[in-house]
């Protein structure tokens, strides 16, 4: 069976392109063939809508099976139907550590840096990927959370809609911080290259950390809760301040969380050029 | 080709490659021989960026690896065929490869083609065997239509079918005017495809030769001689210039004499041989010698457990061989 001529690609001379170099967009298509062919993106994805909308399916209906002891001024029906996104980070974190650690746990990564030797591409290309997957997953889970959640609490005058204050944004908002939530683990991911490591991390940092904080004596708690991932980018999603938080605003919260992802992407990028691979 | 300018590479406190300095030409085979442990592979890595150089540098048609516009149509590596994600069919694999360097997605079918594994294409790679995925590896190493391809250790594990189709398909692929670089720890495996040799030994180049040049320069010339007065001829031969060692059922082994002037010396001197017979050494065995000291790791023949440092260097690897 041993066929051993190379002759076609080396009469046609059609490849690659004559001019330019492998670049960004050529990388970009490499990371999109990348995370669409294996399984485990869409099992994560699935995971992730599927856990969102249950999770915020079973709050919306707990509060509306109570709904005469609940004060409508402070009860917040968008955020309550959106209270699967407390489980579904941890899910988007996995997707995000996994989309790099996974090619440091096959050893795919010295495949793909010996074909594409610029590292700063490879990994931008990979993140910019990935933050659009995870973006338009988030936002299908949080508006399907919502939809869901508001259905199941209308019969009891606690829904809202989207035209009501806030709710637009924070529906939006929930998409925004699966996404952040998933390139902070992402960085992390570069910078551990262990699969179990960084999700590892990635939980301690948003998840555990929130709980946590709760152990802190009050006065300390109203000084530090602001600046905890979570806790800070779970503002975005809200569409009223809860009374003696001590809480950025919305976008500010946001801003925090997605600070912390930033670091970590940096951190990540730094130790993914500079590393022996 | 390649071009190497004092590559050296410090693990912790551990040299792995020392001061290499060489360059591999376009269009012939170079046989990168060397141990286990001998710095062969760290070398590669640094050639394709993957470790960066303690200090020298080492570029690739005159330009450091990651600076070339498309580095797989320069050259194409395979240094590990493990190196892919298992759960990615082989044809994705391929096409992912392919895209980040704008190849055409016709030329992933083409390389599948032609490595024979066009049926298993929309298999994942996790189910094939120790040769489908070698020649996976191969496969990508060809989609850039490359000037240059490096192997380490292609035919490692493989069984005699697919050692020699790898063999065919290097000459093929030199034929056709590529430079191949491909490492083996087996001098038998470059003999019959290196038309050049590299030789190095705890990351220092040994040699850098022509295949000829190496058997030339190393294959020890040495004769048989058996006699019933083996120690007055051994005498003899080391006064004339030359070493002798024992031989096998009682034998000498002389080295540094041509035949005739050790039969003259016993002709002279009167003693009576049995046995005059020159034998050349293998190359395996002149590799084996010229690697010796540079052994990183040395096995014990079984019952010499004890026997220590002292004879350690002497002794043949048995675990490299």
């Not at chain 1, 899910?91 to 096959?106: D, K, N």
């Not at chain 1, 988030?138 to 606690?158: D, N, P, R, Y």
């Not at chain 2, 693990?11 to 012939?28: I, N, S």
């Not at chain 2, 391809?149 to 020699?164: A, K, R, S, T």
């Amino acid at each position: 069976m041993a066929t051993t001529q190379i002759a076609p690609a080396a009469r046609q001379r059609l490849l690659p392109p004559e001019t330019g170099r492998a670049g960004f967009g050529d990388a970009l298509r490499s990371e999109f063939t990348k995370i669409k062919s294996t399984r485990s993106t869409y099992w994560t994805l699935l995971a992730l809508v599927v856990v969102c909308v249950g999770i915020g399916a079973l709050a919306s209906a707990g509060a509306a099976s109570q709904a005469n002891g609940i004060s409508k001024d402070t009860f917040d029906a968008t955020q309550q139907s959106l209270a699967g996104l407390y489980v579904g980070q941890l899910i988007i974190a996995v997707l995000g550590a996994l989309t790099i650690t996974s090619e440091y746990a096959t050893g795919m990564i010295r495949t793909t840096l010996s074909v594409q030797p610029r590292r700063g591409v490879v990994f931008a290309a990979k993140a910019v990927v990935f933050a659009v997957i995870s973006l338009v997953t988030g936002l299908i889970a949080s508006f399907a959370s919502f939809f869901v959640g508001q259905a199941l609490m209308s019969g009891h005058h606690l829904s809202v809609t989207l035209g009501d204050p806030n709710v637009l944004r924070a529906v939006i908002g929930g998409g925004l911080f699966l996404a952040a939530c998933g390139m902070l683990a992402y960085g992390l991911g570069a910078i551990l290259r262990h699969t179990a490591g960084a999700i590892t991390a990635a939980i301690g940092l948003l998840f555990v950390l929130s709980v946590l904080i709760n152990f802190l004596p009050q006065s300390w708690q109203d000084n530090v809760d602001k600046w905890v991932p979570a806790l800070a980018g779970s503002q975005v999603w809200a569409t009223k301040v809860s009374p003696g938080a001590h809480q950025f605003p919305a976008w500010g919260g946001f801003a925090v969380l997605a600070g912390y992802a930033a670091v970590a992407m940096i951190v990540g990028l730094v130790c993914f050029r500079t590393r022996d691979a | 080709m390649i071009e190497a300018r004092g590559l050296t590479k410090r693990f912790g406190d551990k040299l792995a490659v020392d001061q290499l300095t060489f360059t591999v030409e376009p269009g012939r085979i170079t046989g990168f021989l060397g141990p286990n442990g001998a710095g062969k592979t760290t070398t590669m890595r640094m050639i394709l960026g993957l470790d960066r150089p303690t200090h020298g540098s080492v570029t690739v048609h005159g330009k450091e690896f990651a600076k070339l516009a498309y580095p797989m149509h320069e050259m194409g590596a395979l240094l590990d065929a493990k190196a892919v994600h298992g759960g990615r069919s082989a044809y994705n694999h391929l096409l992912c490869l392919a895209q980040s360097n704008g190849l055409p997605r016709a030329r992933v079918g083409e390389v599948l083609e032609l490595v024979g594994l066009t049926e298993v294409a929309k298999k994942r790679s996790k189910g094939f065997s120790l040769g489908m995925g070698q020649r996976l590896g191969i496969a990508a190493a060809l989609l850039g239509d490359p000037a240059i391809l490096m192997f380490d250790e292609p035919v490692n594990g493989l069984d005699p079918e697919g050692i020699l189709w790898i063999r065919n398909l290097m000459k093929a692929l030199a034929g056709e005017g590529r430079t191949i670089f491909v490492s083996s720890h087996l001098m038998s495996e470059m003999e019959n495809t290196a038309d050049h040799l590299l030789v190095i030994g705890r990351g220092r180049l040994i040699a850098d030769c022509s295949v000829a040049e190496f058997i030339e320069r190393n294959s020890v010339q040495s004769v048989r001689v058996r006699t019933s007065k083996p120690e007055i001829l051994a005498g003899l031969i080391v006064a004339a210039g030359g070493t002798t060692v024992p031989g096998a059922g009682g034998a000498l082994v002389a080295q540094g004499l041509p035949v005739d002037q050790i039969g003259d010396l016993a002709f002279e001197n009167g003693i009576r041989l049995h046995e005059l017979a020159p034998t050349q050494a293998s190359l395996e065995e002149a590799f084996m010698e010229l690697t010796a000291d540079s052994v990183e790791f040395h096995a014990h023949a079984p019952g010499q457990r004890d026997a220590g440092a002292a004879s350690t260097d002497r002794m043949h690897p048995t675990g490299v061989a």
